[in-house]
């Protein structure tokens, strides 16, 4: 047994040396367990796995060297465990991986990390674990928590349940490049014990959500509980990086809110791709931010929960994103050694929407679609030499947009300010463009605008960031957003001949003022029209910009 033990280090240590895992299929069917409200995938149907008729032909039991957990195992028939033993001590080696992995798990994240242990029936603190070996290779599945979401724990608060855990017996479904096959049923089988131990512990916390009349549980927490799930990997087991695989559909998808579930038919897998969001956290506070934020989780739902800690280490919902963003783009190709996260490099290259801006002489605007507490990046060019501002207009509250010059050092801009710069033809500049809310949750859609201004051609108009340019009274759009026009001043509006036909005073708190037409919606005609605003403070300045009216 000393030698096995001696083997099995030695392993953890080689994992480092494999390339990325580039297998596709499913990791954890906690989910089918959870899902409700149209987010179980179609793939399976709720309450696939006949768990209770499994555990009933399961009969040997193997003890855990801590004694915490109860392996249950078959040498024989479809759910037999593999029957290779390298060191000849009688014990499959199969057996001793899952017994190592589970106490590791329990070790760091109950003793290290301090999440609470699993709950039993009445609410106390289990000593002792059941696991359960079980071929999940038909349904490609590493394993699965398993719980009644009919049965809750009285003594709790909200919903809480007890569990045992299903691991696979086979996993001839994983690719780990350059790993033989009992090595890749240990790095499988280390990843399987953090994530889903880790689904166990989350059970004695609090599931915000219902019942269904089918018998789901249907809670909005779904993407928290797999993406943090997923980090435990990268804290209890971070050698083998089986997180890589799921990279790719999060960087191509962040454009969806990240405190929000996703349409689980066409985006499953994005929710393991998001613990990269917790990798960062845990690099800057320390890698106990899930349990912290479970622990909130008792009083509020996860993004709100998360909102709480957040504010409790003086950063903000939307600066966790756009943070995020940030992060996100310096990896892959971008990667910067020493800077970011620590294996940038062997993450996706993000995707960057790319747009020449080849109108000289008027503003350009481009869509930009994001859902709540997401973002995106685009790369602009001109084939010209001189000055280019872009700016953001401001969004309705209680959102927040941001815009990121994502060059070094990195700039972060608020909504409605402008971001002036020279610029070389040809040359292009990365920005991240950030929607989110300190308020709100949901994930629902918005189409921001970043707006282009070439300068160099029309530095009078360039001074000035109109949104938008035309005015369409029957439809109600009645305001116009005048971004870094100064704190005081007056606002004028010209017709074409010239005349003024709206004079005002105005304040404008943060440098940014939000004019309603509405008082003046009679005195409007159809036309173009000249705004002049003429600055007082912070010190005098006069500025120019056009308004389109359509009646």
């Given at each position: 047994m000393v030698?096995?033990?001696?083997?099995?280090?030695?392993?953890?240590?080689?994992?480092?040396?494999?390339?990325?895992?580039?297998?596709?299929?499913?990791?954890?069917?906690?989910?089918?367990?959870?899902?409700?409200?149209?987010?179980?995938?179609?793939?399976?149907?709720?309450?696939?796995?006949?768990?209770?008729?499994?555990?009933?032909?399961i009969t040997r039991v193997f003890t855990?060297?801590?004694?915490?957990?109860?392996?249950?195992?078959?040498?024989?028939?479809?759910?037999?465990?593999?029957?290779?033993?390298?060191?000849?001590?009688?014990?499959?080696?199969?057996?001793?991986?899952?017994?190592?992995?589970?106490?590791?798990?329990?070790?760091?994240?109950?003793?290290?990390?301090?999440?609470?242990?699993?709950?039993?029936?009445?609410?106390?603190?289990?000593?002792?674990?059941?696991?359960y070996c079980q071929n999940l290779a038909g349904q490609e599945l590493f394993g699965y928590t398993q719980f009644d979401p009919t049965q809750d724990i009285p003594a709790l608060p909200g919903l809480n349940y007890t569990?045992?855990?299903?691991?696979?017996?086979?996993?001839?479904?994983?690719?780990y490049e350059n790993a033989d096959p009992i090595t890749r049923d240990s790095m499988a089988i280390a990843v399987t014990a953090a994530h889903e131990f880790n689904h166990a512990l989350q059970l004695g916390y609090r599931i915000w959500g219902n019942v269904t009349a089918s018998g789901q549980l249907d809670t909005p927490d779904l993407w928290f509980i797999e993406s943090s799930a997923t980090y435990m990997e990268e804290v209890v087991a971070n050698e083998v990086n089986d997180y890589y695989r799921y990279l790719p559909e999060?960087?191509?998808?962040?454009?969806?809110?990240?405190?929000?579930?996703?349409?689980?038919d066409r985006f499953f897998k994005r929710m393991y791709g998001e613990a990269i969001w917790f990798i960062q956290m845990g690099r800057r506070w320390g890698t106990s931010v899930t349990r912290q934020i479970w622990e909130r989780i008792t009083?509020?739902?996860?993004?709100?929960?998360?909102a709480e800690f957040l504010r409790e280490k003086g950063e903000s919902m939307p600066e966790a994103v756009y943070t995020l963003a940030e992060w996100m783009y310096f990896s892959g190709q971008n990667a910067r050694t020493g800077q970011y996260f620590p294996e940038a490099a062997q993450y996706p290259t993000p995707p960057v929407d790319f747009w020449l801006i080849t109108n000289s002489d008027a503003y350009s605007s481009y869509p930009i679609p994001l859902e709540t507490n997401s973002f995106a990046f685009v790369k602009a060019a001109v084939p010209w030499n001189g000055e280019v501002a872009f700016v953001l207009p401001?969004?309705?509250?209680?959102?927040?947009?941001?815009?990121?010059?994502?060059?070094?050092?990195?700039?972060?801009?608020?909504?409605?300010?402008?971001?002036?710069?020279?610029?070389?033809?040809?040359?292009?500049?990365?920005?991240?463009?950030?929607?989110?809310?300190?308020?709100?949750?949901?994930?629902?859609?918005?189409t921001l605008q970043l707006v282009v201004n070439p300068g160099a051609q029309s530095n009078a108009v360039a001074s000035l960031s109109l949104f938008p340019t035309v005015l369409n009274v029957p439809e109600g759009q009645v305001v116009v957003n005048l971004a870094s026009v100064?704190?005081?001043?007056?606002?004028?509006?010209?017709?074409?001949?010239?005349?003024?036909?709206?004079?005002?005073?105005?304040?404008?708190?943060?440098?940014?003022?939000?004019?309603?037409?509405?008082?003046?919606?009679?005195?409007?005609?159809?036309?173009?029209?000249?705004?002049?605003?003429?600055?007082?403070?912070?010190?005098?300045?006069?500025?120019?910009?056009?308004?389109?009216?359509?009646?």
């Open positions: 030698w096995k033990r001696v083997l099995i280090v030695v392993w953890g240590v080689l994992w480092s040396a494999f390339p990325p895992p580039v297998h596709s299929a499913q990791k954890c069917g906690f989910v089918y367990f959870v899902a409700g409200s149209g987010k179980t995938p179609a793939a399976l149907p709720p309450r696939y796995f006949d768990e209770k008729s499994a555990a009933a032909t855990s060297p801590s004694g915490h957990f109860r392996i249950h195992y078959e040498t024989d028939g479809y759910n037999a465990i593999p029957s290779y033993d390298r060191d000849g001590n009688g014990t499959p080696d199969y057996l001793e991986f899952v017994a190592s992995s589970f106490d590791r798990a329990w070790r760091v994240e109950i003793d290290s990390l301090g999440f609470r242990p699993p709950p039993d029936a009445n609410g106390n603190p289990k000593t002792v674990y059941d696991v569990s045992v855990i299903y691991i696979s017996t086979q996993f001839t479904f994983v690719v999060f960087y191509a998808t962040t454009n969806l809110s990240l405190t929000a579930t996703p349409d689980l009083s509020f739902p996860a993004a709100r929960a998360m401001p969004v309705p509250v209680p959102n927040i947009a941001h815009l990121l010059v994502l060059d070094d050092p990195v700039t972060v801009l608020e909504s409605g300010t402008l971001f002036r710069t020279r610029m070389t033809a040809g040359a292009a500049i990365p920005f991240a463009i950030s929607h989110s809310s300190e308020e709100t949750f949901e994930s629902s859609m918005d100064g704190q005081r001043g007056t606002i004028t509006v010209f017709d074409a001949a010239g005349h003024a036909v709206i004079s005002r005073p105005y304040v404008a708190p943060n440098s940014t003022l939000a004019f309603s037409f509405r008082p003046f919606l009679s005195s409007l005609r159809s036309g173009v029209y000249i705004i002049r605003v003429a600055i007082k403070a912070p010190r005098p300045a006069v500025k120019l910009g056009k308004l389109i009216v359509i009646k």
